[in-house]
Every structure is written in structure tokens, then in C-alpha cells.
């Protein structure tokens, strides 16, 4: 079973305080995604990496930076967090090819902005 | 991406079979169709995917219409685990694995 883990579960920061989300994954995939999920809004796509390295924007960008350190690892940051940014964020990953673009999601890190 | 209409939410009773339709009017030849699920405090999970006629899994059968617009995710013998929300999404070719999810089915399921 493909596996992907997300530190911290939950989160507590301070308005303009840095935050830094988690995500490792042990099935060799080479696409890794941030999403985060709002009540309402479904999932929304933040950041996305093709590979260690590289770091795309996804639609929601804006005051968020994201790191792809190695193929395992991928790493959603807030600089200067603001209350709009709590919510619940989900990591995944999936190997791009057609007709296989299953994604594997973690289990959400909820993150509170005070 | 082809964009996707799904009903809000739906009801069945445990024991039921349940169908979940999906219509996605505008995908594209190189576009596939996927269904995910997710229980509260967990990730979505994928179920099933296809690109025409009928896939059958372990979980699920989904069936796809012949003009592709519109496809149909059948569960049988739904219990309450099964309550969640279901995520119809269509992507493939220029979206580069990028899945967009809309605001799903709640299916809830009665004891």
C-alpha cells in the first residue's frame, strides 16, 4: 500500500509566525502535491513538484512556498501566516502517465492561525 | 479540464446498491475519469477509474457513457462505512497530473 505521511497532524502558529507542513512519501513517485481543503471549496491545489527539485504553482499560490528536497520529501511553507490561511492541507502523490493519474493522499495536517 | 456536475448529496439504506452519476459534457479524447472518496478527518482515497464502457474492481463498477459525457459509479451493498464524499474528476493530457476536485457527493447512508 502506497504511503504517504504528513507532520504535524495539528498545528497552532501566531499570525505572521513561519509555518513549515510535511510531507513524506515512500512509494518513488515522482509527483508530489499540496492541496488544502476549506468548507465548501472542496480541494484546492497550492503547490505541486514534478520531481526533487521542482516546485510548481498550483492555483492558490499566494503566500505559500513550497521545497522539494528529495524525491521522498516535499515541504509547504508559510512565511508570514494569516488567520485565512487555516485550514486542513493534504499531501499527495502520484506518478504521472496516461491513464494513471492516481493520486495518494496523506491524512491532513489542520492547521490553526491565531 | 473538463469541468464535472455531480448531484450534492444522496441517500441510501445499508444493503442498497448506490449510483453516484457524474457529467463531465465538455472531456477531452486524451482525458480519463476518476473517483476518489473521503471520510471526515482522512484523505481522499481513490476507488475506480476509466476511460469508456464499464470497469469493474474489488470496490466498485463505474460505467461510461458512450459519448463519454457522462459516467456512473456504482456501489453495491452499501454499509455505513461507505458514507463519505464521493469525487467525480476528469483530467489527463495537458493537465499534467494535476487533479482538480469540486465539491463532491455526500452520500449518507442510513442504518
Known amino acids: 500500500e502506497a504511503a504517504v505521511t504528513q507532520s504535524p497532524r495539528n498545528k497552532v502558529a501566531v499570525t505572521g509566525g513561519k509555518v513549515t507542513l510535511s510531507c513524506n512519501q515512500t512509494?518513488?513517485?515522482?509527483?508530489m502535491y499540496w492541496y488544502r481543503q476549506d468548507t465548501g471549496h472542496g480541494l484546492r491545489l497550492i503547490h505541486y513538484?514534478?520531481?526533487?527539485?521542482?516546485?510548481e504553482k498550483g492555483d492558490i499560490p499566494d503566500g505559500y512556498k513550497a521545497s522539494r528536497p528529495s524525491q521522498e520529501n516535499f515541504s509547504l511553507i508559510l512565511e508570514l501566516a494569516t488567520p485565512s490561511q487555516t485550514s486542513v492541507y493534504f499531501c499527495?502523490?502520484?506518478?504521472?502517465?496516461?491513464?494513471?493519474?492516481?493520486?495518494?493522499f496523506g491524512h491532513g495536517t489542520k492547521l490553526s492561525v491565531l | 479540464l473538463a469541468k464535472t456536475t455531480q448531484p450534492p448529496s444522496m441517500e441510501a439504506y445499508e444493503g442498497q446498491e448506490v449510483n453516484v452519476s457524474c457529467s463531465h459534457t465538455?472531456?477531452?479524447?486524451?482525458?480519463?475519469i476518476y473517483w476518489y472518496r473521503q471520510v471526515p478527518h482522512q484523505g481522499p482515497q481513490f476507488i475506480i477509474q476509466?476511460?469508456?464502457d464499464y470497469v469493474v474492481n474489488e470496490v466498485a463498477s463505474l460505467f461510461i457513457s458512450a459519448d463519454r459525457k457522462l459516467s456512473t459509479l456504482s456501489l453495491p451493498w452499501v454499509s455505513l462505512r461507505d458514507a463519505a464524499v464521493y469525487y467525480c474528476i476528469v483530467t489527463g493530457g495537458s493537465a499534467l497530473g494535476r487533479l482538480h476536485f469540486g465539491a463532491g457527493t455526500q452520500l449518507i447512508v442510513i442504518p
Open positions: 513538484s514534478y520531481g526533487a527539485g521542482s516546485t
Open positions: 512509494n518513488n513517485h515522482n509527483n
Open positions: 499527495a502523490s502520484g506518478d504521472r502517465g496516461q491513464g494513471d493519474e492516481r493520486l495518494f
Open positions: 476509466g476511460y469508456k
Open positions: 465538455n472531456i477531452a479524447t486524451s482525458e480519463y
